[in-house]
């Protein structure tokens, strides 16, 4: 579906690979002004330049959503460059697919990133979209955010609470019109997840496990963040809304 967003202002974290540039590339196409940050600078630039060579507007702040005040002073910039803003789409995370989260030092770095992380990018974008009159935050959880996982503890933890974290904040600042929803996508070909994807025999058992039979591309969950932010959704808030080829329908 094309939407237009022209004059919005749309912020994505974790901007600089996989979901989050195509969250970034969709708002691109769809007229509005996008911030791309990302702690990845090279990542970021090529998200940007992607964006310009569509006709699009789009600034690199680079920021390490567990800075607290890299966050805030991350929305202040995007004041400054762009007035205001409509759109937080609070992407960034890591997965720690070889480390073991039962140590102490991964699992707080998974805290901060992918869930404190996350409630330092509402509380900030919230701020500014209180004086707008409105906004939406679109959070990125997972299928990791509903079911279980054997092998890492502290992401599916930090998953479970994005969903928490959402729940609260569409309850929170619905009287100022500010809707908070979040995706919860399955198995998506990003960097993420390319240890599987290149191993033959792990992406055939994630494929079995997919009704649909393979693994979803980032544009995929970008077509819902955009849908969750557009007027199209004005009614729906505190949802995760599921895009995973029907991994956790059985
Ligand atoms: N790929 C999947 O199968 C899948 C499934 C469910 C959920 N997710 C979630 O989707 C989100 C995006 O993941 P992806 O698959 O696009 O992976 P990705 O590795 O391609 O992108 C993640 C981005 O986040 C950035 N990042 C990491 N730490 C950061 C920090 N401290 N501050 C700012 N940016 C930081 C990275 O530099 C990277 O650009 C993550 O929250 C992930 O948990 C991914």
């Not at 090529?46 to 600034?59: F, H, N, R, S, Y």
């Not at 994630?206 to 009704?211: F, G, L, V």
């Amino acid at each position: 579906m094309d939407y237009d967003f022209g004059g919005k202002v749309a912020l994505i974290t974790g901007a600089g690979s996989g979901i989050g540039r195509a969250t970034a590339l969709a708002f691109g196409k769809s007229g509005a002004s996008v911030i791309v940050s990302d702690v990845n600078e090279q990542g970021g630039d090529e998200t940007v330049d992607l964006i310009k060579q569509t006709g699009g507007q789009a600034i690199f702040i680079r920021c390490d959503v567990a800075d607290a005040s890299a966050v805030d002073e991350m929305v202040e910039q995007a004041l400054k460059e762009y007035g205001h803003l409509d759109y937080g789409h609070n992407n960034a995370g890591i997965a720690n697919v070889q480390a073991d989260e039962w140590d102490e030092d991964v699992w707080a770095r998974s805290l901060s990133i992918n869930l404190t992380g996350v409630m330092h990018c509402m509380r900030a974008e919230v701020k500014a979209m209180r004086e707008r009159g409105g906004g939406a935050i679109v959070n990125t959880s997972s299928i990791n955010g509903l079911t279980g996982n054997a092998s890492q503890p502290a992401y599916v933890s930090t998953k479970h609470g994005v969903i928490g974290l959402t729940r609260h904040g569409a309850l929170k600042w619905a009287k100022d019109n500010i809707r908070v929803n979040c995706v919860c996508p399955g198995v998506i070909e990003t960097a993420m997840t390319e240890a599987v994807a290149s191993n033959p025999q792990y992406r055939a058992a994630m494929e079995n496990m997919t009704p649909l039979g393979r693994m979803g591309r980032p544009e995929e969950i970008a077509g819902a963040v955009l849908w969750l932010c557009s007027d199209q959704a004005s009614f729906v808030t505190g949802h995760p809304l599921v895009i995973d080829g029907g991994a956790t329908v059985a």
